[in-house]
């Protein structure tokens, strides 16, 4: 039951967006144990002294970010293992450099967790941890 902020630089086309989307959920499905249904996302385009970051600071390969820059934020409802979060970060940069385009040296990703007590799906009523899918 993750929820997915997603920072980036304004001017990015509603397909490029789409894509961005479209990958990061594939990812969270086939590396991260999320069920298919289970697509909660947040996307927000910053103007350039909205979004700062260093280009340089611990960049893949010593390649600086570029203004295609992403930062993900991933607030998950349990653990995973380190195995399927390395999987995870692997399978979302693959996918995103496919569609739309974003090179890993790009992509930053943070996750936080939670105890199931913290979420509300709906009807104000508190999430037991039992997963109801139809």
Request: charged content about 25%.
């Amino acid at each position: 039951m993750p929820m997915s902020r997603v920072s980036l630089l304004k001017g990015k086309s509603p397909e490029y967006l789409q894509a961005l989307s479209d990958a990061l959920h594939q990812a969270l499905v086939e590396a991260y144990e999320v069920p298919l249904k289970d697509r909660f996302q947040i996307i927000h385009q910053h103007e350039v002294n909205e979004l700062v970051f260093d280009r340089d600071y611990l960049s893949h390969e010593n390649k600086p970010r570029s203004d295609d820059f992403v930062l993900i934020q991933i607030t998950a409802g349990r653990q995973r293992s380190a195995a399927t979060k390395a999987a995870f970060y692997h399978r979302l940069v693959e996918l995103l450099g496919v569609s739309p385009g974003i090179r890993a040296e790009d992509v930053l990703v943070i996750i936080n967790t939670t105890a199931a007590e913290d979420w509300s799906f709906s009807g104000g009523v508190m999430y037991d941890g039992v997963a109801r899918y139809e």
